[in-house]
T-cell receptor, first 114, second 115 residues
């Protein structure tokens, strides 16, 4: 079946540090890849997405590149802020017969300190 | 675009009681999804509607769970004879069939606590 593996958290960084959150996947077909973010007390928000190999998704200073050869979609940000503290989820969709269920990783908690 | 809304936001119930949750999707979205999220885990798919048709159900969805979307707009998720293991956050998401890939937008969730 389809699965997503994320690096375990929490990840604790100082403000302005560089962020990488690793995500790898296995999929039965050709997946589209997503990063969602969940701020404390809030719902999941779509952060960025990529639909094919070598696509780069970007939003709010975050980037992730779809690497088919390594089945990875690592999330990066050059300079994190305290406001980036949240849980980040990597997810995939493989379209099969009209169904589009998201398969999520377990999430990585990011804590950014002053 | 008012976003996906869910009600109630919190529900506390006693074991054996029935509960019902409601989801109102983004108005132009014809697809609606239910997921369940337990502490420290990612959301897990429960079921999916396209318009009013329920097209897929996870094996996680036991016979005690039922979902409806009678007019292709809002949806309800009912859990009968609740068990403590049903305690979780129940998330609803919606998307448009016209957007490829399917990009799902989530509501704030309903947190269920079964005592």
């Amino acid at each position: 079946g389809d699965s997503v593996t994320q690096m375990e958290g929490p990840v604790t960084l100082s403000e302005e540090a560089f962020l990488t959150i690793n995500c790898t996947y296995t999929a039965t077909g050709y997946p589209s890849l997503f990063w969602y973010v969940q701020y404390p007390g809030e719902g999941l928000q779509l952060l960025l997405k990529a639909t094919k190999a070598d696509d780069k998704g970007s939003n709010k200073g975050f980037e992730a590149t779809y690497r088919k050869e390594t089945t990875s979609f690592h999330l990066e940000k050059g300079s994190v802020q305290v406001s980036d503290s949240a849980v980040y989820f990597c997810a995939l969709i493989v379209v099969t017969g009209g169904g589009n269920k998201l398969t999520f990783g377990t999430g990585t908690q990011l804590k950014v300190e002053l | 675009d008012t976003g996906v809304s869910q009600n109630p936001r919190h529900k506390i119930t006693k074991r054996g009681q029935n509960v019902t949750f409601r989801c109102d999707p983004i108005s132009e979205h014809n697809r609606l999804y239910w997921y369940r999220q337990t502490l420290g885990q990612g959301p897990e798919f429960l079921t999916y509607f396209q318009n009013e048709a329920q097209l897929e159900k996870s094996r996680l969805l036991s016979d005690r769970f039922s979902a409806e979307r009678p007019k292709g707009s809002f949806s309800t998720l009912e859990i009968q004879r609740t068990e403590q293991g049903d305690s979780a956050m129940y998330l609803c998401a919606s998307s448009s069939q016209r957007v490829v890939p399917d990009t799902q937008y989530f509501g704030p969730g309903t947190r269920l606590t079964v005592l």
